[in-house]
């Protein structure tokens, strides 16, 4: 069964640093990988994927994540973190094959500080 | 990607009633699913919304409890019956729209008195 870990429910960073959210997941087979975030009364929203090819994968709003199948994780990263950037993010994992269930992680909610 | 909405936004309601979610997609898609996001929690998928057949549910979720409805490939419903204060959410509709993707519904916050 497919899996989700993100091991920090919340992550602080000053406005203009760099930020990284972490996840790792376990899927027999290969994954496929998404983020989405949340922010206040909305649904969630579709960062961005990773389904093959290219390990560092980029997305909306200028956020990127790097797949790394040794070490099982699909870190979320943004050189320069926005204040408008505070939400919860969702680390979401579903196996290449079968239909589309995708199991989530718990969340992490970023806040940024100005 | 798609436009999905969902009425209600939010409702709150009395222990015992009903509801029942709508979720309207601007183009046809072949996969729909509910999801429940439980207050503080993850994303629980309840159950495959099938046009033209019965859903497919998830381990602990029932149709008895939650009934669903895929008429057409452009909107279905969720029915939270005989609720109880447990079953305070939000409740997400989703769609997929290729095999890679999926997209979600601005939820429905329901509360439970």
Redo the contacts between chains.
Sequence with gaps: AQSVAQPEDQVNVAEGNPLTVKCTYSVSGNPYLFWYVQYPNRGLQFLLKYITGDNLVKGSYGFEAEFNKSQTSFHLKKPSALVSDSALYFCAVRRDTGFQKLVFGTGTRLLVSP | ?AV?S?KPSRDICQRGTSLTIQCQVDSQVT?M?WYRQQPG?????IA?ANQGSEATYESGFVIDKFPISRPNLTFSTLTVSNMSPEDSSIY?CSV?TS?????????T?LTVL
């Design positions: 990607s999905i969902q996969m699913f929690q993850s994303l629980t998928l495959t997400l997929g095999r890679y993707e999926q997209f979600f519904g601005p939820g916050r």
